[in-house]
């Protein structure tokens, strides 16, 4: 399983940003697919995932201003955010869960200036 991850960039605070992360088989066979994020300094944090389902949830401070969505045709898994602020700051990376196990691909930089 390959992700790759794209879409990230500078951005200024309030603005928005959409990410994609293309698979390379289909989505529809992982459990989970998700995003998550690693500022400077932190740990890695989930941001948003969806379940092979089609239900999403979300870390509880991104709730309201990012989306999670899928194009099934397309295998990609989409990460739109909006009313981005600068502690949004970090690597955005892509995950699956298929078979047991966890895939990641190269993250993405989103940098939100002030």
């Known amino acids: 399983v390959q992700l790759q991850a794209s879409g990230g960039g500078l951005v200024q605070a309030g603005g928005s940003l959409s990410l994609s992360c293309a698979a390379s088989?289909?989505?529809?066979?992982?459990?989970?697919m998700g995003w998550y994020r690693q500022a400077p300094g932190k740990q890695r944090e989930l941001v948003a995932r969806i379940t092979a389902g089609g239900s999403t949830d979300y870390a509880d401070s991104m709730k309201y201003r990012f989306t999670i969505s899928r194009d099934i045709a397309e295998n990609t898994v989409y990460l739109q955010m909006n009313s981005l602020e600068p502690e949004d700051t970090a690597v955005y990376s892509c995950n699956a869960y298929y078979w047991g196990r966890d895939y990641w691909g190269k993250g993405t930089l989103v940098t939100v200036s002030s």
């Open positions: 088989r289909r989505i529809s066979s992982f459990k989970l």
